[in-house]
């Protein structure tokens, strides 16, 4: 009788270079947060909220038709800003239950990045938005008025535009595009161009990290939907809403490589800022409203 011990046969498995080594510490295999479930998530919440909130104004004001709609675009705005807050107070309720992480975390804010690059972020912006405003120039006018143009008619509504473009705007759209369906459409892009392989598997449970051609890939397409956001706002001037396009690519590379939504909200800020602040300079704080068509 062999009473030799029994040796166990060597296991081909990957090792886990992410977990601690301390199974006290292991939390499970790496997740890619936020996917595309999340993502669309995130945006049916956002409608939701955005139809109600416009409902519900509408029929406070006894608005009915869409004529009777465009005679108070200041309500319109009043219901997209009340729908932007909404929609980030369900997010930061909800998203942390299924991620099992804070919102912020998730989403990959990461304010401390922005505290360290605001110096070279801000510049930044205020030159892109120069370069914008200046494309501008050079595009055909739209023959009907924007939206913004027929609140920013009286002094209030100016700076209501002006509060809602350089604060609540920036928070919500970056955290929209940037923060969900940017790594939502990188996570998809690498899940299908994955290698269905043991290696391949394996890499993709044990790291979160996303491949440049899928960062790139989701830069581009994440950015369409944010510049068609915009084109009711450009009474849909496509050469604008290109520019917007452009734009957006640069928010999401400045996102890209600071690992930071704070970062990019910080240059949609500045950069919205920086446009508001001109036509504050040229309409003397807002009392000569009249020169922003001349």
């Known amino acids: 009788m062999n009473n030799s011990p029994i040796i166990e046969p060597v296991r081909d498995e990957a090792l886990d270079i992410q977990h601690d080594t301390d ?18 998530l995130f945006f049916s919440l956002a409608s939701t909220w955005l139809a109600f909130c416009a409902l519900g104004f509408a029929a406070a004001a006894h608005i009915q038709t869409d004529e009777a709609a465009r005679q108070h675009p200041a309500l319109g705005l009043a219901a997209q800003a009340l729908g932007y807050l909404l929609t980030l107070l369900t997010s930061f309720w909800l998203f942390p239950r299924l991620w099992e992480r804070s919102f912020l975390h998730g989403i990959q804010w990461n304010v401390l990045a922005a505290h360290r690059r605001w110096m070279w972020i801000v510049p930044a912006a205020i ?16 023959p009907i008025s924007d939206p913004i143009t027929e609140i920013m008619h009286t002094s209030l509504g100016a700076w209501a535009v002006t509060i809602f473009g350089v604060l609540l705007a920036p928070l919500g759209e970056e955290i929209a595009f940037r923060g969900f369906l940017l790594p939502a459409f990188a996570t998809a892009y690498d899940w299908l161009s994955l290698e269905r392989t043991p290696a391949g598997l394996s890499r993709w449970e044990n790291s979160s990290g996303h491949t440049r051609s899928a ?21 849909h001037n496509w050469g604008a809403v290109g520019v917007i396009y452009t734009v957006s690519l640069i928010f999401s590379y400045v996102r890209v490589r600071t690992h930071s939504v ?7 800020a500045t950069y919205n800022l920086t446009i508001f602040a001109i036509a504050l300079f040229s309409t003397g704080g807002y009392r000569h409203l009249e020169r922003l068509n001349s």
């Open 23 to 40: 199974p006290a510490k292991d939390h499970g295999p790496a997740k890619r947060i936020p996917h595309l479930g999340h993502a669309l």
């Open 127 to 142: 030159a892109v938005s120069f370069a914008s405003q200046g494309m501008d120039r050079f595009l055909p006018p739209s």
């Open 215 to 235: 960062v790139i890939f989701a830069a581009i397409f994440s950015s369409i939907p944010f510049a068609l956001l915009h084109a009711g706002q450009l009474s």
């Open 262 to 268: 704070a970062c990019s909200t910080l240059m949609h």
